[in-house]
């Protein structure tokens, strides 16, 4: 199994910056992709980012490109997503997700083990 662990959510303005982070532990070895995920109140769990645990590339909503970016630290089993441009529409739990998977699938069935979440607010 793996275990997954999201931080750094919280408060901010329309404008500013987050960096949220996610730890894995845990049987690591079977990880093939990390993601971040969120929902919005009232609305679906969408896909924001996705990178492979070992190896180059990196894949983004339409939504996340250009503001969003996703990293991960292989040697301290860390993913991250550094936030900027932050707006009200991107008021959220974030999920980080980890597949099996050597794709970086939008599709969250394709994703085996998910964190808690992290709440951000973004406030206008």
């Known amino acids: 199994q793996v275990q997954l662990v999201e931080s750094g959510g919280g408060l901010v303005q329309a404008g500013g910056s987050l960096r949220l982070s996610c730890a894995a532990s845990g049987e690591t070895y079977r990880i093939d992709t990390l993601a971040w995920f969120r929902q919005a109140p009232g609305k679906e769990r969408e896909f924001v980012a996705a990178i492979p645990w070992i190896g180059r590339g990196t894949s983004y909503a339409n939504s996340a490109e250009g503001r969003f970016t996703i990293s991960r630290d292989y040697a301290k089993n860390m993913l991250y997503l550094q936030m900027s441009s932050l707006r009200p529409e991107d008021t959220a739990v974030y999920y980080c997700?980890?597949?099996?998977?050597?794709?970086?699938?939008?599709?969250?069935?394709?994703?085996?083990?998910w964190g808690q979440g992290t709440q951000v607010t973004v406030s206008s």
């Open positions: 997700a980890a597949s099996t998977l050597a794709t970086m699938t939008v599709a969250q069935t394709w994703y085996d083990y």
